[in-house]
């Protein structure tokens, strides 16, 4: 009875290698196809519709605006999950009325991506997401 109590407490637990800033996933996934390109894919509320673009052509595989994105994201802030070098990507989200490419990134984990967090202020904070297929009309 202790284990099966203990293994349902560590199970509600916040992961604790994910800033206190970071909200938890709020969406279901389909690495399958997001990987894709799957154009029905549904996006949370709280992304831009800049990020919604970015999204689409990360799940292409490009081609992308910036020469830094899909370029390795080193998790330096240590906000995310640890993972190897090289498991994390990051990719511009464009910010309109900035001259520059602005604080607004995604950052994706695995190869193809199987998680997505969204910075809207340059790494300081991060929101877990995960893309779902949209439901399919018949």
Known sequence: M???GLGLWSGLRAPSAISPGTQVPSA???PVSAAR???TAHYPAFL????HDV???IA???PFEYRQDGGVFHNRERRLPSQPRGYYREYTV???GAHDRGPRRLVTGGDPPIEYWDTDDHYRSFRGFKVRPAQVRQ
């Open 2 to 4: 202790f284990l099966l």
């Open 28 to 30: 279901s996934t389909s």
């Open 37 to 39: 390109g799957d154009p």
């Open 48 to 51: 831009p519709p800049e990020a």
């Open 55 to 57: 999204l689409q052509r």
């Open 60 to 62: 292409r595989g490009g």
């Open 94 to 96: 464009e910010t309109p």
